[in-house]
């Protein structure tokens, strides 16, 4: 009997579905990062001024250098004074919360606006068992959270919060040997991280694994690897962290990609530049091996667009978050997705930047349809701002782009009339 119930369907119903989104995409414009209105229309007046000020502040070497020197010894030692001047200065900008309960309306205040948040728990990590399972707990209570709520994307995992800087220096020589159970510090590191991912797995949250110094990278990939040849067999829940400042990246991207496919699971990947140029360079040189970091700005930025290229290029087996403040690298991702016709909002890719920075990235993207969430650091004053200080001394997204952030702020207040 002749079928008359019309052609065969060539595609199943998602399929066609994101093809149409893809069509009705491509006849939207790119994002506009010039757009001070929708950048910042979630500040008032008075919070636009207070952040111009900040960013003046911060663009002062000498100041950032006091900071780091005095502020955070006045904090520790609990002098008058100290934290409420930390909390109401750089602490208020950069940070969400001093835990998840008191960074919630900064979640949601993202959240009304389409951004989602990374929970990244800053305190610095501490040298005890006790301590280390207290940090396990508090990234427990993140995914936790998560779970709760569908304004959080992901949780934070710094393996240093985990185990002993010590150990990780030591094994990272090594091809580590998962299953020898005589080394009981680091079989009680895996299951801290296991359980961890374990429970992401179960409640559909990632885990974002933080890149470390050279000297005790190699560990964390290897424990990354394992998780995410645990965890990423049918969706990403862990993602490795990629930093493309060091020369040999790009490679061990796609080294790390062709490892998964033969192994049979799904490779997950944060690219970022990265943040301890300063302490390579200078170690390298005080122990006279031959210096990790790339050999100028520019081949950096070329290792850094050629993952994103490659990422794109091989979206259905890699999950990739592109963790970056440059303009330039956000264009190149979302003119690499609309020739590639991959939807804005493809589970597998990602956009990230710190919170209290490059506004005119995140939320012009979020207005575009793109998946986009700040990278969002919570936890006590004292706890947190050696987190803060290094990040502004080491990374370029803090240091090197205050003109740009102070330009923009400027002209949204005189877009307003208030400047």
């Not at 940090?135 to 393996?159: D, H, P, Q």
Request: hydrophobic share 40%; charged share 25%.
């Amino acid at each position: 009997m002749k079928d008359t119930s019309g052609p065969v369907r060539k595609f199943p119903l998602a399929e066609q579905a994101a093809k149409d989104l893809v069509a009705m995409e491509q006849a939207l414009p790119l994002p506009d990062f010039s757009d001070t209105e929708k950048t910042f229309r979630h500040l008032s007046d008075a919070e636009l001024k207070y952040s111009a000020r900040l960013f003046q502040l911060m663009g002062l070497n000498w100041l950032t250098s006091i900071m780091s020197s005095l502020g955070v010894g006045a904090v520790k030692l609990g002098l008058p004074g100290a934290e409420w001047s930390v909390k109401n200065t750089i602490y208020r900008q950069f940070v969400g919360g001093t835990s998840l309960v008191t960074a919630l309306p900064t979640i949601e205040r993202l959240f009304e606006r389409n951004v989602k948040s990374i929970l990244d728990y800053g305190a610095e990590a501490k040298n005890s068992e006790e301590d280390y399972n207290v940090f396990m707990k508090e990234v427990l209570r993140a995914i936790e959270f998560s779970r709760e709520t569908e304004a959080s994307a992901a949780v934070v995992v710094k393996i240093t919060g985990l185990s002993s800087d010590a150990m990780l220096e030591w094994l990272n020589e090594q091809e580590i040997d998962f299953d020898d159970d005589t080394h009981s510090q680091f079989q009680a590191l895996l299951r801290r991280l296991d359980a961890i991912c374990g429970q992401a797995e179960k409640f559909g949250i990632q885990v974002y694994i933080d890149a470390e110094e050279s000297w005790m990278q190699n560990t964390i990939d290897q424990l990354a690897n394992k998780m995410m040849a645990r965890y990423n067999r049918e969706k990403v829940i862990v993602l490795n962290t990629f930093q493309l400042y060091r020369h040999d990246r790009l490679q061990f991207l796609i080294d790390s990609h062709t490892r998964a496919r033969q192994e049979g699971y799904l490779l997950g990947a944060k690219l970022v530049r990265g943040a301890y140029m300063v302490k390579e360079k200078a170690r390298a040189e005080e122990k006279g091996y031959p210096s990790p970091i790339q050999p100028s700005l520019e081949a950096t930025h070329h290792d850094y667009n050629t993952a994103l290229r490659y990422c794109i290029d091989n979206i259905n087996t890699i999950a990739c978050c592109v963790g970056s403040h440059n303009e330039a690298s956000i264009r190149l991702t979302t003119e690499l997705l609309a020739a590639a016709q991959v939807p804005r909002s493809h589970p597998h890719i990602q956009f990230a930047q710190l919170l209290g920075m490059s506004d005119n990235l995140t939320f012009n993207l979020a207005a575009g349809g793109y998946n986009v969430a700040k990278y969002l650091v919570y936890g006590p004053v004292k706890e947190v701002l050696p987190y803060l200080t290094r990040r502004a001394q080491e990374n370029a997204s803090v240091t090197g782009e205050m003109g740009r952030e102070l330009k923009l702020i400027h002209q949204e207040l005189a877009r307003r009339g208030k400047a």
